[in-house]
């Protein structure tokens, strides 16, 4: 298990921290525990104690109870112990029952204020602190953060990609802009690790998410496992087993944290170009959606499905938009009228049926 005292730059394997999304029960987090302590991968783990939730009737997480449980699975597996703190009175409460790392949570991070309180109540402590994004892809409010954690002497101050709240659906909970993070490792030089459950939302993307992390050379993964994800009280729909977490790991590869600059630049840059062409498909899905509504509209109406004077128009217009960015009349021509073709089949179709 790598020891959390010899910090990252001693570890040659990405820290796993794992655990429940909140402390539930005595049962409920010593199984997990228990289980995940089994994992030789897993380094740390997690629990939700104070959770922040967005409508105010939900489960609010166990307190300090809770911590109490906590302390006891890190008792029994010898795993160190991590929780998010909101507020100076969770530290202080925390404290005392040997927590062993704090993190900072998406919606507390976007609040100078609050940041700046929780410096000062761990001041003196130099405990690990990760600092996770703030909700809204703002890179200054992140960077800004992890300066004020630095400024009141914490040493061992790390970063949690956790993505992004974005303005569209997207297969991701939380969007993940892979070029934000990076840009945070360069400017801060600081240990990244990605929360692979709170961009996924779902186990189904885990996999692919944990390996591009990796790829990129992150430093860690916070993943979210729990002993009955079904009835987790809190993200109950993204949370997997610990038997899961295993098969996981072993279908993951391993880079060394060594690879060279080159390598991790590249990625950075694919990384980029993996998002914005994902990007790309969403928005031709929608605009295939929109072009059926139409379809359906010009079937009920009796308008022919063709109509050239406004196609002409479109791609004249298109064209012209891509000339001012560089792009070339060719490539515009060639991709429209490939994006047309496919809405006239779908068109088309939809008159027939
Ligand atoms: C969590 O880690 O359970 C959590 C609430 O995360 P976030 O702050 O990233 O939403
Ligand atoms: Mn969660």
Redesign the pocket.
């Known amino acids: 298990m790598p020891s959390l005292q010899s910090w990252f730059s001693e570890l040659d394997f990405p820290l796993l921290i794992c655990g429940p999304?909140s402390v539930e029960s005595e049962e409920q987090i010593l199984a997990t525990a228990q289980a995940l302590a089994e994992i030789t991968e897993v380094g740390l783990l997690r629990g939700?104690i104070w959770?922040?939730r967005t409508r105010p009737d939900s489960f609010e997480g166990m307190g300090e109870q809770g911590l109490a449980w906590l302390q006891k699975a890190k008792q029994v597996t010898g795993l160190p112990i991590a929780i998010?703190v909101g507020t100076p009175e969770h530290i202080e409460t925390a404290l005392r029952y040997e927590v062993d790392a704090f993190?900072i949570?998406?919606?507390t991070v976007v609040n100078p204020f609050s940041v700046q309180q929780l410096a000062d109540a761990l001041k003196g402590t130099d405990l690990p602190v990760f600092v996770?994004n703030p909700v809204s892809p703002d890179l200054k409010l992140w960077i800004g953060a992890i300066e004020r954690f630095r400024n009141a002497g914490l040493s061992r101050v790390a970063a949690i990609h956790?993505g992004f709240s974005y303005y569209k659906d997207t297969i991701y909970r939380n969007f993940p802009m892979w070029e934000i993070p990076i840009e945070l490792t360069q400017k801060m030089n600081v240990p990244m690790i990605t929360?692979i459950s709170?961009i996924c939302g779902h186990p189904d993307l885990l996999l692919p998410t944990a390996q591009k992390a990796i790829d990129l050379a992150t430093d860690g993964l916070m993943i979210?496992c729990h002993i009955h994800p079904e009835q987790a009280l809190?993200?109950a729909r993204q949370q997997i087993t610990p038997d899961r977490l295993r098969e996981m790991i072993a279908q993951l590869s391993f880079r060394s944290k060594n690879s060279s600059t080159v390598e991790r630049d590249l990625a950075g840059l694919r990384g980029e170009i993996d998002d914005i062409d994902s990007e790309l498909i969403q928005l031709l899905a929608r605009r295939m959606d929109v072009s059926q509504q139409i379809g359906r509209y010009k079937k009920q109406n009796n308008v022919t499905v063709v109509q050239m004077e406004r196609w002409k128009k479109i791609l004249s217009d298109h064209v012209a938009a891509g000339e001012d960015l560089g792009l070339s009349p060719d490539l515009i021509t060639e991709i429209f009228e490939a994006i047309h073709q496919a809405s006239i089949r779908r068109q088309s179709e939809i008159m027939d049926e």
Do not use: L, N
């Open positions: 999304c939700g959770k922040p998010e993190w949570g998406a919606r996770k956790r929360d709170h979210e809190t993200d």
